[in-house]
């Protein structure tokens, strides 16, 4: 998608897309989307977990790495976040839209300070 930035930025890197953000009072929610297979395995592009890892460390990014199947449909989730100054990864081999949609909302509310 980006290929006519080639060379403009160290090591080759290149911009990651974003799948999905959230605002809320200062706190963000980022939505990446994979195939069930990478973010079961964990196999996160290097150069985008490190995006993740940076994004986290900030104290303000929650990051929803959602697996879906061959249909789009979510199967499984990583959650990246900070809690009590610490990062956390916390994974769910199974979840489906309705989990997503609650865990969203648990997010809304906590950011909204509900």
Not at 71 to 94: A, N, S
């Amino acid at each position: 998608m980006f290929h006519w930035l080639k060379g403009a930025f160290p090591r080759g890197i290149l911009p990651s897309d974003c799948d999905g953000e959230i605002e809320i009072n200062g706190k963000f929610l980022r939505l990446e989307f994979k195939h069930d297979e990478l973010v079961r395995n964990n196999m996160i592009p290097k150069g985008q977990a490190r995006q993740f890892q940076a994004l986290v460390n900030t104290g303000v990014f929650t990051i929803f790495i959602v697996g879906h199947d061959d249909t789009g449909k979510p199967t499984c989730l990583r959650v990246m976040r900070m809690i009590d100054g610490e990062t956390r990864e916390d994974y769910m081999d199974e979840c489906d839209t309705d989990q997503l949609k609650a865990l969203a909302e648990k997010w809304s509310n906590k950011a909204r300070n509900l």
